[in-house]
């Protein structure tokens, strides 16, 4: 019989306690915040570079707790702005957008901002006109990056000899961006470097290929070629090993720090890049993204990383992150 009374005794304990937590009791405990939904909106997500790019920033928002859409616009203006469009009637809690072109974006801008759908900017700048609809921009400054893209190539060219230019995606802002960084500073150094053209690639290694092996046709006088990227200029490499050329007889500069960059700049292939990690920029945008849904703004507006030169003076104080 005692026992009987105590096992009742203990179940309208436990029963009266877990009233009293179901109803607050002893201090009602806050509801867990939901995570939001945050668009990631490239131009792209077919170029070497996108990849750890998406992954990297895709786990830093999952592990604070929120979600990542990913949408891939092919490199299309007009397939952008409708995805913008998507994003913005799917209610996204963010929008962090890499703008194809600078200025056809913001008409889908200006109607995100309408529907009160926030949208930063991130890796690539839009035009200025656009930020009175965004909350921000983060990422590299393509145009600093440019700047000492530029350097490189006076340095290694000793400010004078014939230029090609193998670059991403004509009218992609960053491309555009690379190119008056490299005008303005050979017109502030009186230069007598000479661009003899410009071609795309795509972002694609195996079309960088195509283009060089177009150049060393064309040009039997060429002294450098710019890559849009370090991607682009290992497809520029196999062409000039495909010819028989010796490393360091066409120079290269890059932008990006890849391995194979750093080990291309070691073996003379290369002569120098521009330190633009995907890893650490998807970090880098993600934290950012992260400070907007906590404080809904971002201060300051701008905010960009560092884009230190790497050439055969440095190249051995860095390592391959990817």
């Known amino acids: 019989m005692r026992v009987l009374t105590r096992m009742v005794l203990v179940l309208v304990a436990v029963l009266c ?7 607050g009791g002893g201090g009602e405990k806050p509801a867990v915040k939901a995570g939001k939904t945050v668009a990631l909106m490239w131009g792209g997500t077919d170029a070497p570079f996108v990849g750890p790019h998406v992954k990297s920033f895709t786990a830093t928002m999952e592990k604070a707790g929120h979600k990542v859409v990913i949408f891939d616009s092919k490199w299309d203006p ?25 200025v056809a974006i913001i008409p889908a801008l200006k109607k995100a901002k309408a529907a009160g759908v926030p949208v930063m900017t991130i890796n690539t ?72 053209a410009v071609q795309p690639s795509n972002w694609a290694p195996a079309e960088a290929t195509k283009v060089t092996e177009d150049y060393l046709t064309r040009f039997k006088n060429l002294d450098a070629i710019f890559a849009h990227d370090d991607y682009i200029a290992g497809g520029v490499i196999v062409a000039l090993k495909e010819a028989g050329i010796a490393p360091g007889k066409i120079k290269i ?9 750093l080990k291309a700049i070691k073996e003379g292939w290369m002569y120098g890049t521009v330190l633009q990690s995907p890893i650490t920029e998807g970090e880098f945008e993600a934290q950012r993204a992260i400070e907007f849904l906590k404080d809904k703004k971002l201060d300051p507006f701008y905010k960009i990383m560092d884009n230190p030169k790497i050439d055969p003076k440095n190249v051995n104080n860095y390592k391959s992150e990817f």
């Open 17 to 23: 306690a877990a009233s009293l937590a179901f109803a």
């Open 125 to 196: 700048e839009a035009d200025k006109a656009a930020n009175e609809y965004l909350v921000g921009f983060s990422g590299v400054g393509c145009y600093e990056q440019g700047l000492v893209a530029a350097e490189l190539l006076i340095e290694v060219m000793g400010n004078k000899g014939n230029l090609a230019v193998v670059e991403g995606v004509s009218g992609f802002n960053a491309c555009v961006l690379y190119a008056k960084a490299l005008d303005d500073v050979f017109k502030q150094k009186k230069s007598q470097i000479k661009i003899l």
């Open 78 to 102: 007009a397939k952008q702005s409708t995805d913008l469009d998507d994003a913005v009637a799917q209610k996204m809690d963010l929008i962090c957008l890499v703008p194809i072109d600078p």
């Open 253 to 261: 500069v890059g932008i990006g720090g890849v391995g194979d960059a």
